[in-house]
């Protein structure tokens, strides 16, 4: 089946650096990945949607100089955490769709990043 | 806009027990409708899925079915098993909007 592969699993950083969470789908190409953010013991929160060649497509209250998003080929999204705060600390998880399919084949979830700022 | 509400948590169950968490959806159009299970420390899974009305999606034993005039997409099991002990999520995809919207999830602790 579709495989969605996201890296770290989990990091920890300091406050004011950058991390950068990589979304990779192996076995299928993804025009459109989406990336998620959760809240402990929360629902999934879409941050923006990440188009292949283009620029991303954010969600209202979601900075965009503070999550740089680049999806530079069909296979690969990356999601930068710039400056990052301890209020950031959180779980992302990103999806992609396999472009050949049809319009309702479902969302291919990674297992997701534990960012951790201290 | 588009939205989806389930039932609160967590839902604790022993062993065996009938299983529904109840999923209701507002969309203007009509969307397709997904559960996912999200296991501690991973990512989301798809469940099961059902893209028009009646349609009735299963797999492991859970199914849901898709309910227009009640805008209802329940899940159910007839028997769970400790291994189900998960977060489910309802989420509904609009072709409109091109996004996945989830519900809050609910947490179900099934004791042996």
């Known amino acids: 089946g579709a495989v969605v592969s996201q890296h770290p699993s989990w990091v920890i950083c300091k406050s004011g650096t950058s991390v950068k969470i990589e979304c990779r789908s192996l076995d299928f190409q993804a025009t459109t990945m989406f990336w998620y953010r959760q809240f402990p013991k929360q629902s999934l929160m879409l941050m923006a949607t990440s188009n292949e060649g283009s620029k991303a497509t954010y969600e209202q209250g979601v900075e965009k100089d503070k999550f740089l998003i680049n999806h530079a080929s069909l296979t690969l999204s990356t999601l930068t955490v710039t400056s990052a705060h301890p209020e950031d600390s959180s779980f992302y998880i990103c999806?992609?769709?396999?472009?050949?399919?049809?319009?309702?084949?479902?969302?291919?979830f990674g297992n997701g990043t534990r960012l951790t700022v201290t | 806009g588009n939205s989806v509400t389930q039932m609160e948590g967590p839902v604790t169950l022993s062993e065996e027990a009938f299983l529904t968490i109840n999923c209701t959806y507002t969309?203007?159009?009509?969307?397709?409708l997904f559960w996912y299970v999200q296991y501690p420390g991973e990512g989301l899974q798809l469940l099961l899925k059902a893209t028009k009305a009646d349609d009735k999606g299963s797999n492991k034993g859970f199914e849901a079915t898709y309910r227009k005039e009640t805008t209802s997409f329940h899940l159910e099991k007839g028997s769970v098993q400790v291994s189900d002990s998960a977060v489910y999520f309802c989420?509904?995809?609009?072709?409109?909007?091109?996004?996945?919207?989830f519900g809050s999830g609910t947490r179900l602790l099934v004791r042996p």
């Open positions: 969309a203007t159009g009509y969307p397709s």
């Open positions: 999806s992609a769709r396999d472009s050949k399919t049809g319009a309702n084949s479902p969302l291919h």
């Open positions: 989420a509904l995809w609009m072709d409109s909007s091109y996004k996945l919207i």
